[in-house]
């Protein structure tokens, strides 16, 4: 079963605006991911932030996680339409196990 | 770096019929691959753990008989959906990891269409 909420399922903005969004999660974890993911394609890796970082800096964008509130945010800057896709919160827990947030869809009107 | 390549990219086939999926890592070597399926608007399911050279670890609900996984390399593994069915229609992407507590890279995924 999944673990963990995504906010918002989904999200429309115009190009220049930033984009927020919000995971929680249930036990504890190893790390977390965020993942990207185009219409009918694969998954590509954004960004990786262990249990014990609190932020990272990727180009554009920006994770945080809290791990007292059990919740991590990616926030995309300066959005592109090219950024429109659903974004996936992933979490590792112990073993290795990945567990997927249900995502986010992203619409970046230009 | 750190390219997977999953083929074919799209299957149409009669029901009954076994249908087989690869997953490469192209420039590293997986000492784990992971298969995954996802239906329409919903998120990805792990479906089995696969490690070179052991037998795979199927999540709970998921027939080893019936979605079989070879991991015979470190750059190689397959998952073959046999006498696949209509209810077996989904998108089936793979992913390949090097080392534990480094990200997983995702193959571009299988849309399968059982007729």
């Known amino acids: 079963s999944q673990q963990g909420e995504e906010d918002p399922q989904a999200l429309s903005i115009q190009e220049g605006e930033n984009a927020t969004m919000n995971c929680s999660y249930k036990?504890?974890?190893?790390?977390l991911q965020w993942y990207r993911q185009n219409s009918g394609r694969g998954l590509v890796h954004l960004i990786l932030?262990?249990?014990?970082?609190r932020e990272k800096h990727s180009g554009r964008l920006r994770v945080t996680l809290d791990t007292s509130k059990k919740s991590s945010s990616l926030l995309i800057t300066a959005s592109r339409a090219a950024d429109t896709a659903s974004y996936f919160c992933?979490?590792?827990?112990?073993?290795?196990?990945?567990?997927f947030g249900e995502g986010t869809q992203l619409t970046v009107n230009p | 770096g750190a390219v997977v390549s999953q083929h074919p990219s799209w299957v149409i086939c009669k029901s009954g019929t076994s249908v087989k999926i690869e997953c490469r890592s192209l420039?590293?070597?997986?000492?784990?691959m992971f298969w995954y399926r996802q239906f329409p608007k919903q998120s990805l399911m792990l479906m089995a753990t696969?490690?070179?050279?052991?037998?795979?670890?199927?999540e709970q609900g998921v027939e080893k008989d019936k979605f079989l996984i070879n991991h015979a390399s470190l750059t190689l593994s397959t998952l073959t959906v046999t006498s696949a069915h209509p209810e077996d229609s989904s998108f089936y992407i793979c992913?390949?990891?090097?080392?534990?507590?480094?990200?997983?890279?995702f193959g571009d995924g299988t849309r399968l269409s059982i007729l």
């Open positions: 992913s390949a990891r090097s080392l534990i507590n480094q990200p997983q890279h």
């Open positions: 992933v979490k590792e827990t112990s073993g290795s196990r990945l567990t």
């Open positions: 036990t504890s974890i190893n790390n």
């Open positions: 932030i262990r249990s014990n970082e």
């Open positions: 420039d590293f070597q997986a000492t784990t």
């Open positions: 696969s490690n070179e050279g052991s037998k795979a670890t199927y």
